[in-house]
Each structure stands twice: as structure tokens, then as C-alpha cells.
């Protein structure tokens, strides 16, 4: 499965692929040696490392609360 946090059609991919689920281990993250005071790479890194484990886990919480 190709899944890009970052990207809300692969997170809905992702949740239509999944029939339940148990447990969501949800390691997505990048690390570069960016400059940070510039804002395209701060963005980048919240991106993927904040807001995208964020989508991912709002997407996948209905199954997760249903498995209990």
C-alpha cells in the first residue's frame, strides 16, 4: 500500500483497504537537515511528522474505537 500521510486521498485509500483493525502503529516521520528558520521546510517536516499522523489517526479512530 502506498501511503503518503500528507496526502488525504491516500489516507482514504488506506481506510477503504482496511476492513478493522486492532491496534494503528502510526510511525510516519521525516528528518532532514533543513534549514528550519526557512518556512517551506518547517512545513514540510509538520507536515508529515504533526498533522499528517494526525489525518491518519482521525481516518482510522471509527475502527479502532469499534474493535474496543
Known amino acids: 500500500m502506498i501511503l503518503d500521510v500528507t496526502n488525504?486521498?491516500?489516507v482514504r485509500?488506506?481506510?477503504?483497504?482496511?476492513?478493522?483493525?486492532?491496534v494503528l502503529i502510526n510511525n510516519?516521520?521525516?528528518?532532514?537537515?533543513d534549514d528550519l528558520s526557512d518556512?517551506?521546510?518547517l512545513d514540510k517536516?509538520?507536515?508529515?511528522?504533526i498533522?499528517?499522523?494526525?489525518?491518519?489517526?482521525q481516518a482510522f479512530l471509527p475502527m479502532l474505537?469499534?474493535?474496543?
Do not use: C, K
Open 13 to 22: 485509500a488506506a481506510v477503504q483497504q482496511v476492513d478493522e483493525l486492532d
Open 28 to 33: 510516519a516521520g521525516i528528518f532532514r537537515y
Open 45 to 49: 517536516h509538520l507536515a508529515v511528522n
Open 51 to 57: 498533522f499528517g499522523s494526525y489525518a491518519l489517526t
Open 65 to 68: 474505537i469499534r474493535s474496543q
Open 8 to 10: 488525504p486521498d491516500h
Open 39 to 41: 518556512r517551506a521546510a
